[in-house]
Structures are given as C-alpha cells and as structure tokens.
C-alpha cells in the first residue's frame, strides 16, 4: 500500500479538475524535508500519464520554456525561489495560459502571489516508512521474512528521527538488508574534523539561517548532541564564507560557490 495514498488521490483529483474545467488553478504542498512531496506529485503524474514542465526554484524558472500548449507546471522549492527571484512575469503568464500549477515547498509560512489551494503533508511514520519501504522491495507483510521484517522495523525507526524518506533508498539499495548493517549506519563514531565537515556541508542548503537552526540540523543528521557549532561558525567567519549577526547567519553563497567544489570535495573526504 502507498502510504501517501490519501494524498495522491487529492492531487490526481486536482489535476482532473483543471484538464476538465480548462482554468488557472493551483496547489500549494507544503511539510518538511524527506515527507515525501516531489515523490508523490511525480507519482501522480505518472499515474495518469502525464508529463508536467518541472522547474526547481532554486535556480530562475524561464519564461520561454512555457508554450502555448503547457498544461501543468511544477514549481519545486517555490519558497526559495519567491525569496530569490521576481517571479510574478511566470506567475502572470501561467495565468494567461490556463494551465495548472502544482508548487511544492517546504516553509510552512510560505504564501504565493495567486490564489491556491493549500496541502500540509504530515512526516512519515514509523508504520508509513514501513510501508513505503515493502513498495520499493516489491514485498508485502505477508511474503517478507520475519528476519527482514525486524531488519526494516529497526531502519524505520532510525529513519523517522530524521523524518528524511529520501534515506531509504540510499540504505535500501545495498545488498545487505540485516539489522546489523543497518546498526552500523547509525553507530556515530565521528572525529572532531569529520563533525565540522558535516557542518560545512550543511551550509550549502541556506543562504541565511540561525546558530540553532544549524546545530538543530547537525543534530538530526548526526543523531548527538554536539554544543561547539557556534565555535566552528565564528572560525568560518574568518574565511569570509558566512557572517554572524548575533545568531543569525548569513552564508556568502557568492564566496561559498566560489570555493564550492574545493571545500565539499574536502568535506566529503573528512566524512
């Protein structure tokens, strides 16, 4: 069983209102990192056989990719993209086009220029996680092993700490399935070096954020406690990389691609 079923169901039921109705309509998807979003509205489409323009908001949408024949649109990363960039040209002509608008987010906060309906997607249960991993497996309750079964109980527990779903098919992908892989995955047994490395990786996603933001992030990843983040800010601070505003933190994202290559290359190799 898909565990996003009921939210498949309202989606497919807004894109057949618009192909039906022929009007500008859109949907506004929103929830943390790792529910399962851009999964389930592609899961969608594939469904009923379609084939949406995807844009990822991180970089500027282009006004001359829509044509007159576009039907749907799917605006990834809408709540980046709306900080970033003017985009009420690609809103306007969406609009003119009739076509439909499916945007996926994960700020709660986040509010577009046009009239939408809105859906929260709530993180995966542990039971969810389950689920979604017997449908990658192409298993179901009643032709897995009881031995796998309490292997993928144990990684869906790790894996709904972090509420990220998009782990499992990384974790999924080995040949070996059992609890005590698993178990070692999550054993953090992680030097001083490889802490801050994590934590250099972690910038790449913001362009401004907080001191707690950033420790609350290491944390889930890291699954420890581990206090000296702001430390490790104030000595970036020096490379130009961020700036510290009280606890605030703006990432210099023009120095930080500058250097980007180098400074993931050699905060990979620490990992």
């Given at each position: 069983?898909?565990?996003?079923?009921?939210?498949?169901?309202?989606?497919?039921?807004?894109?057949?209102?618009?192909?039906?109705?022929?009007?500008?309509?859109?949907?506004?998807?929103?929830?943390?990192?790792?529910?399962?979003?851009?999964?389930?509205?592609?899961?969608?489409?594939?469904?009923?056989?379609?084939?949406?323009?995807?844009?990822?908001?991180?970089?500027?949408?282009?006004?001359?990719?829509?044509?007159?024949?576009?039907?749907?649109?799917?605006?990834?990363?809408?709540?980046?993209?709306?900080?970033?960039?003017?985009?009420?040209?690609?809103?306007?002509?969406?609009?003119?086009?009739?076509?439909?608008?499916?945007?996926?987010?994960?700020?709660?906060?986040?509010?577009?220029?046009?009239?939408?309906?809105?859906?929260?997607?709530?993180?995966?249960?542990?039971?969810?996680?389950?689920?979604?991993?017997?449908?990658?497996?192409?298993?179901?309750?009643?032709?897995?092993?009881?031995?796998?079964?309490?292997?993928?109980?144990y990684l869906c527990y790790q894996v709904s700490k972090n509420s990220d779903a998009r782990l499992l098919d990384q974790y999924l992908s080995s040949?070996?399935?059992?609890?005590?892989?698993?178990?070692?995955?999550?054993?953090?047994?992680?030097?001083?070096?490889?802490?801050?490395a994590k934590l250099i990786l972690l910038l790449d996603k913001y362009q401004q954020t907080t001191v707690e933001q950033l420790k609350k992030d290491?944390?889930?990843?890291?699954?420890?406690?581990?206090?000296?983040?702001?430390?490790?800010?104030?000595?970036?601070?020096?490379?130009?990389?961020?700036?510290?505003k009280g606890k605030l933190v703006e990432i210099n994202q023009q120095t930080f691609k500058k250097h980007k290559k180098f400074i993931t290359d050699?905060?990979?190799?620490?990992?």
């Amino acid at each position: 069983m898909n565990p996003r079923e009921a939210e498949m169901t309202t989606i497919c039921d807004f894109i057949s209102s618009v192909r039906l109705n022929k009007i500008f309509n859109a949907l506004l998807i929103s929830g943390f990192p790792g529910c399962g979003k851009t999964y389930t509205v592609n899961l969608a489409f594939q469904q009923l056989k379609l084939k949406p323009l995807y844009f990822n908001c991180v970089q500027q949408p282009e006004l001359a990719i829509l044509k007159q024949n576009t039907q749907f649109v799917i605006m990834d990363e809408i709540d980046i993209g709306l900080r970033k960039f003017d985009l009420k040209p690609f809103f306007s002509r969406l609009q003119q086009l009739k076509c439909g608008l499916i945007m996926i987010c994960n700020e709660l906060q986040t509010t577009p220029p046009v009239p939408c309906d809105n859906m929260y997607m709530q993180q995966f249960s542990q039971t969810q996680l389950k689920s979604l991993c017997l449908l990658k497996l192409n298993l179901t309750e009643a032709t897995i092993t009881t031995e796998l079964s309490e292997s993928l109980d144990y990684l869906c527990y790790q894996v709904s700490k972090n509420s990220d779903a998009r782990l499992l098919d990384q974790y999924l992908s080995s040949k070996d399935l059992s609890i005590k892989y698993f178990a070692s995955l999550f054993t953090t047994n992680l030097s001083i070096n490889e802490y801050q490395a994590k934590l250099i990786l972690l910038l790449d996603k913001y362009q401004q954020t907080t001191v707690e933001q950033l420790k609350k992030d290491l944390e889930n990843e890291l699954d420890n406690d581990f206090p000296q983040v702001l430390d490790w800010l104030k000595k970036l601070e020096t490379t130009k990389i961020l700036t510290l505003k009280g606890k605030l933190v703006e990432i210099n994202q023009q120095t930080f691609k500058k250097h980007k290559k180098f400074i993931t290359d050699l905060a990979e190799e620490a990992i």
